[in-house]
């Protein structure tokens, strides 16, 4: 190997990125930059954006596709019912996946570098570094570490001529991949502001059309999807017509995204509590995970008893804080996921959702593992709980709230 020393860096072509690369070189004193991004489902410009940027810098320039990977942890994010403070963590569980792409990126190209434009504020820049630190590559982040401002590196980037131009960012941050869409910054920060129609891509405003759909479960993992029929005015038409199982993670999230997200379904604005301490006025649009998610909780209501499901919640809360913090990869994670895994076994069936209003609400369940007997619940026959007569919960009836009963002549005893 000769003793030039490369450094790879998280490369999306826009600002922060971009003057990343010439900060490398001349403050961190690397001979050469690699530029990577990596695919968990962005749009289609992102890549032309960060293709041409670094064709005009004369960057070396990696793309790695990691959306089946990215979708299967989305999946594994669906059977925790994944949410933080009502966020899908689209973001969140994107970053180790991206993270981990540079790394073995930088090891093939021989780096001892690893970069990434973060500032000091958010959370990804503890997400990359959970991955990265674990090498023994040096890690970098200029725009932190040299405290720098927006302002000053549209001047920087001015001054040399470096090519902005064919990024348009806007005003906002924006952050998109396969599980949701985040918009933040400007004047979206002040919580008082009404967000502006147009800061939605994903999602139309809600109208008075309905749809309703089915999505089918195996183990707990989405696997199906039939748009089935929608009722009412518009002449807006479903994508496909029958059912389709067995899709590919990636297509199902790309097709729902599309159907769900024409009725209006899957956006947030939150308050969200950052990791290091500072709550953030976050919008979001998350049009499938708000339909795998609300159908995989209604499956769950189904199948597992009282008990499960309230210890799951637990579960789920652990999970969807390690996933929030970057840290899919803990040892907790795979405890919680053994308990996961153990429980998914039964989530197999299909839901019901109606989009309606903007929301995707579970209308029907079906499913073998059902702990539900409508004999039992009627008390017409005999059937799986033996021989139990209406009679029988006459004695349980006697005894229900027999210690309060006791309790409270007690306390009334004593007030005399
Ligand atoms: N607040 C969200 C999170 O921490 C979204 C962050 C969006 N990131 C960005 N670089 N714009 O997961």
Redesign the pocket.
């Known amino acids: 190997m000769s003793d030039t020393e490369r450094v790879a860096l998280a490369f999306s072509g826009g600002l922060d990125t971009t003057v990343c690369v010439p900060l490398l070189e001349e403050e961190y004193g690397y001979d050469e930059v690699i530029g990577v991004t990596v695919d968990v489902g962005q749009p289609e410009a992102e890549f032309a954006e960060a293709e041409e940027t670094a064709e005009a810098l004369d960057l070396e320039h990696y793309v790695v596709d990691a959306k089946a990977e990215f979708a299967e942890l989305c999946f594994d994010a669906v059977r925790a019912n994944a949410s933080y403070q009502g966020?899908p963590?689209?973001?969140?569980l994107a970053?180790p996946v991206i993270a981990t792409s540079i790394l073995e990126v930088a090891k093939e190209q021989g780096c001892t570098g690893l970069a990434h434009g973060?500032t000091g504020k958010?959370?990804?820049q503890l997400r990359f570094e959970a991955v990265w630190r674990d090498s023994d590559l040096e890690v970098i982040a200029p725009v932190r570490e040299l405290g720098l401002t927006r302002e000053f590196e549209q001047s920087y980037a001015e001054e040399r001529d470096l090519p902005i131009e064919g990024g348009d960012e806007g005003k906002y941050?924006?952050?998109t991949n396969l599980w949701s869409r985040?918009v933040?910054g400007s004047e979206l920060e002040e919580p008082s502001y009404v967000p502006p129609e147009g800061i939605y891509e994903w999602t139309n405003a809600p109208t008075a059309d309905t749809l309703e759909i089915e999505v089918g479960f195996e183990n707990g993992y989405p696997v199906s999807l039939d748009p089935g029929e929608q009722s009412s005015q518009s002449n807006r038409n479903a994508t496909r017509s029958d059912a389709d199982s067995d899709m590919e993670p990636v297509e199902l999230i790309e097709e729902l995204n599309d159907l769900a997200g024409g009725y209006g379904v899957g956006r947030s604005d939150i308050m969200?509590d950052?990791m290091l301490g500072l709550k953030?006025r976050?919008n979001?649009e998350h049009p499938a995970a708000t339909v795998l998610l609300n159908a995989h909780a209604a499956l769950e209501d189904l199948v597992l008893t009282k008990e499960e499901r309230a210890f799951k919640k637990q579960v789920d809360h652990e999970w969807s804080e390690k996933g929030?913090q970057g840290l899919v990869n803990a040892p907790l994670v795979s405890a919680l996921e053994g308990f996961i895994a153990e429980t998914q076994t039964r989530v197999t069936g299909s839901v019901t959702i109606r989009f309606e209003g903007g929301q995707a609400r579970p209308v029907g369940r079906s499913s073998p593992y059902a702990v539900y007997s409508a004999e039992a619940a009627s008390f017409n026959t005999e059937d799986i709980t033996g021989s139990i007569e209406q009679s029988d919960a006459t004695g349980v009836a006697k005894y229900h709230g027999f210690q309060e009963r006791l309790a409270n002549r007690v306390i009334n005893q004593n007030k005399e």
């Open positions: 966020y963590l689209g973001t969140a970053r973060s958010g959370n990804d941050s924006i952050d985040s933040e969200e950052r953030v976050e979001y929030y």
